[in-house]
């Protein structure tokens, strides 16, 4: 039996792989990351990676996972080295990643993550725990103080499961003890993440103690950031044909793009890694880099998502090949999109536009358009909607972005263009298909959905954005997502 990647076996990779060019065992805690999926591994945890292979060994991660143990359970017998496999059309290159230096299961071992939390060492707690972590209503940003994890920890401070329960819980904690705060990093895909974040985690603190959200607003950091990455769920095609070329067993390897963008505000409480040098940029602001991303790269993804797979194409790449889609895609992004966003000067969005659509035809990725279209009533406010509204208020037309809200609806129908069922993965799943229940017409559909509070109260009173959603989900109804989109061609 091939033998395990680990600290024991680096010294046996080919020559081909990448390895870390530090002593790891010099590594300390720097950082604590919440949400150690797949994307963090992809990309924060690669940029750290180069920072320690230049010789900075004080930013190792500690890596948290609020719920499942399943990665920890992949890395820890790995001693939290990954394989991570940079794929195009041009081929593979492989890089074995050591920033991960310790893996905890906050339900299994909470005392472990709240040290961590409070160990003087950390300097940045970063997150990347998807939209649905942040227990915020999309619709307006604020704390949804009505969330089962929210009103848990408000109940019980000291043993807090959501996020912003531990942020809040250590802040208080390091501000006992003395200790200087930690900036919060936040890496999900939220508009000014950083500060909505901050929003969220100050409310939770003012209700339990105002003293405590007064020092959160002086002391603590919370930078607005930009992340970019194609990072596919692993498949079992990949831990074996990862593992052959290691020559070792990789347990949960990491397949992306070659390419990968992090835009961050420089501003931070307690110091930072030189991650400029690994190719982060800094600015003062990233909020226009932010919508560029939400509007250009997510919205059309999750509009690619939803159509590509009631049109029955499993994968991105095969979506794009299919009648319509490439064009649709442009003209969301570049007659639809662009314009509602702010000028960045010397930045091309158009190239930037086409640069996207290259990189959903990447042919050796193959993300699945289901992985994409889960959650989406996390991510439609921010990724389609607030275009929508933005070209409402400019009086100008959103047939592309409508079609994507209406792709959506046909999608947590719940049954296929065939009859069968569709995993509809979203935090409001049961009530969506409780209010669904035994309604077929579009009408009817799109009447119901617009009630969620997701929508607002100023979409769901706007006759044309009805109107256009409406007709939209009868035609996909009607004629199916191949047909609608193929007269985009």
């Given at each position: 039996m091939t033998a395990r990647l680990d600290n024991r076996t680096l010294h046996t990779l080919p020559g081909t792989v990448a390895r870390p060019a530090y002593d790891r065992a010099a590594v300390t805690p720097g950082i604590v990351h919440l949400g150690v999926g797949a994307f963090h591994r992809a990309h924060q945890a690669a940029y750290v990676e180069a920072v320690l292979n230049g010789g900075d060994t004080g930013w190792g991660i500690v890596g948290v996972s609020?719920?499942?143990?399943?990665?920890?359970?992949?890395?820890?017998?790995?001693?939290?080295?990954?394989?991570?496999?940079?794929?195009?059309?041009?081929?593979?290159?492989?890089?074995?990643?050591?920033?991960?230096?310790?893996?905890?299961?906050?339900?299994?071992?909470?005392?472990?993550?709240?040290?961590?939390?409070?160990?003087?060492?950390?300097?940045?707690?970063?997150?990347?725990?998807?939209?649905?972590?942040?227990?915020?209503?999309?619709?307006?940003?604020?704390?949804?103080?009505?969330?089962?994890?929210?009103?848990?920890?408000?109940?019980?401070?000291?043993?807090?499961?959501?996020?912003?329960?531990?942020?809040?819980?250590?802040?208080?904690?390091?501000?006992?003890?003395?200790?200087?705060?930690?900036?919060?990093l936040s890496c999900d895909n939220l508009p000014n993440n950083g500060a909505t974040l901050a929003r969220v985690v100050r409310r939770f603190a003012e209700l339990q103690d105002a003293e405590l959200a007064r020092y959160i607003d002086g002391a603590v950091a919370f930078p607005s950031t930009m992340v970019d990455r194609i990072v596919p769920a692993t498949t079992d095609g990949d831990r074996a044909a990862v593992s052959e070329r290691l020559g070792l067993q990789d347990a949960w390897p990491i397949a992306t793009e070659p390419f990968t963008q992090w835009v961050v505000e420089d501003r931070f409480a307690n110091g930072r890694p030189a991650l400029e040098t690994a190719g982060v940029t800094f600015v003062e602001d990233v909020e226009p880099f932010e919508l560029m991303k939400l509007r250009l790269l997510n919205g059309s993804h999750s509009t690619l998502a939803y159509l590509g797979y009631l049109a029955g194409h499993q994968t991105v790449?095969?979506?794009?090949?299919?009648?319509?889609?490439?064009?649709?895609?442009?003209?969301?992004?570049?007659?639809?999109?662009?314009?509602?966003?702010?000028?960045?000067?010397?930045?091309?969005?158009?190239?930037?536009?086409?640069?996207?659509?290259?990189?959903?035809?990447?042919?050796?990725?193959?993300?699945?358009?289901?992985?994409?279209?889960?959650?989406?009533?996390?991510?439609?406010?921010?990724?389609?909607?607030?275009?929508?509204?933005?070209?409402?208020?400019?009086?100008?037309?959103?047939?592309?972005?409508?079609?994507?809200?209406?792709?959506?609806?046909?999608?947590?129908?719940?049954?296929?263009?065939?009859?069968?069922?569709?995993?509809?993965r979203d935090p409001l799943a049961e009530e969506i298909a409780r209010r669904l229940d035994g309604l077929a017409s579009a009408d009817e559909v799109a009447q119901v959905l617009l009630g969620l509070g997701i929508f607002g109260e100023d979409l769901p009173a706007d006759p044309n954005f009805v109107q256009t959603v409406t007709a939209h989900l009868a035609r996909l109804l009607d004629t199916g997502a191949g047909a609608v989109v193929a007269r985009y061609a």
């Amino acid at each position: 039996m091939t033998a395990r990647l680990d600290n024991r076996t680096l010294h046996t990779l080919p020559g081909t792989v990448a390895r870390p060019a530090y002593d790891r065992a010099a590594v300390t805690p720097g950082i604590v990351h919440l949400g150690v999926g797949a994307f963090h591994r992809a990309h924060q945890a690669a940029y750290v990676e180069a920072v320690l292979n230049g010789g900075d060994t004080g930013w190792g991660i500690v890596g948290v996972s609020l719920r499942s143990p399943d990665t920890r359970d992949a890395l820890a017998p790995q001693d939290g080295l990954y394989a991570l496999s940079v794929r195009d059309a041009g081929g593979e290159t492989l890089q074995v990643v050591g920033a991960i230096t310790r893996l905890l299961v906050a339900p299994e071992e909470p005392a472990a993550v709240q040290d961590a939390l409070a160990d003087p060492r950390t300097r940045i707690v970063s997150l990347t725990i998807t939209e649905k972590g942040y227990c915020h209503r999309p619709a307006s940003g604020e704390l949804d103080e009505e969330n089962a994890d929210i009103l848990h920890d408000l109940a019980h401070p000291d043993s807090p499961r959501s996020a912003i329960g531990y942020l809040v819980h250590a802040i208080r904690r390091r501000r006992q003890a003395g200790l200087a705060p930690f900036t919060v990093l936040s890496c999900d895909n939220l508009p000014n993440n950083g500060a909505t974040l901050a929003r969220v985690v100050r409310r939770f603190a003012e209700l339990q103690d105002a003293e405590l959200a007064r020092y959160i607003d002086g002391a603590v950091a919370f930078p607005s950031t930009m992340v970019d990455r194609i990072v596919p769920a692993t498949t079992d095609g990949d831990r074996a044909a990862v593992s052959e070329r290691l020559g070792l067993q990789d347990a949960w390897p990491i397949a992306t793009e070659p390419f990968t963008q992090w835009v961050v505000e420089d501003r931070f409480a307690n110091g930072r890694p030189a991650l400029e040098t690994a190719g982060v940029t800094f600015v003062e602001d990233v909020e226009p880099f932010e919508l560029m991303k939400l509007r250009l790269l997510n919205g059309s993804h999750s509009t690619l998502a939803y159509l590509g797979y009631l049109a029955g194409h499993q994968t991105v790449d095969a979506a794009m090949a299919a009648p319509g889609f490439e064009p649709l895609l442009k003209g969301l992004m570049e007659e639809e999109a662009a314009p509602t966003l702010p000028a960045l000067p010397g930045f091309d969005l158009t190239a930037y536009a086409g640069e996207l659509r290259q990189r959903f035809r990447n042919p050796a990725l193959k993300h699945r358009t289901w992985q994409i279209a889960m959650d989406g009533t996390q991510k439609i406010p921010q990724r389609l909607l607030n275009t929508i509204r933005a070209r409402i208020a400019a009086g100008a037309a959103y047939d592309r972005l409508a079609l994507g809200v209406a792709a959506w609806m046909r999608y947590v129908m719940g049954r296929d263009e065939a009859g069968q069922p569709i995993d509809v993965r979203d935090p409001l799943a049961e009530e969506i298909a409780r209010r669904l229940d035994g309604l077929a017409s579009a009408d009817e559909v799109a009447q119901v959905l617009l009630g969620l509070g997701i929508f607002g109260e100023d979409l769901p009173a706007d006759p044309n954005f009805v109107q256009t959603v409406t007709a939209h989900l009868a035609r996909l109804l009607d004629t199916g997502a191949g047909a609608v989109v193929a007269r985009y061609a």
